[in-house]
């Protein structure tokens, strides 16, 4: 089977947009020093972004690389979140937006992907003010 050609899950994105500077948020939700044995998240960017504002994204990976499925990525980010010091929670608060955005790639077969939600970490998001997206990228030639 051609792997460029497959539906895939890539991985999930966590994407926060908020008024303020999320530059002391990034750096505690991506410590520059993880160990490689254990589940790490990625900073992709931090900044200001025109017409938008200050936006920071991440991701995570498992010591293997990218997880198996979004629910996995999803529960790792958000255990990441819920463990955010006391002095942090604020600035989390000011995000105006927060969103987990999921990556498949497109392709011919399968036929179908099914990847389940659990209502337990719909909650945990809910909790968290965190939505959710799809994304779904176009198959390469």
């Known amino acids: 089977m051609d792997y460029e050609k497959t539906v895939r899950y890539i991985n999930t994105d966590l994407v926060l947009t908020a ?3 999320l530059t002391s948020l990034a750096e505690v939700i991506s410590p520059e ?3 490689p044995d254990t589940a790490t998240i990625t900073r992709l960017h931090v ?3 025109d017409g938008i504002g200050y936006q920071a994204t991440f991701e995570a990976f498992d ?3 990218n997880f198996k499925t979004p629910e996995e990525s999803i529960n790792c980010l958000l255990n990441c979140i819920e463990q955010l010091p006391v002095a942090l929670q604020s600035l989390w608060r000011a995000c105006s937006k927060k969103t987990l955005d999921i990556g498949y790639s497109s392709g011919v077969s399968p036929r179908y992907v099914i990847n389940p939600i659990s209502i337990h970490t719909l909650a945990r998001m809910q909790s968290l ?4 997206s799809i994304t779904i990228y176009s198959m390469t030639e």
């Not at 003010?129 to 959710?132: E, M, N, R, T």
């Open 33 to 35: 020093s993880e160990s």
């Open 129 to 132: 003010g965190v939505d959710i």
């Open 63 to 65: 010591q293997y690389g």
């Open 47 to 49: 900044g200001y972004i």
């Open 19 to 21: 008024p303020v500077d």
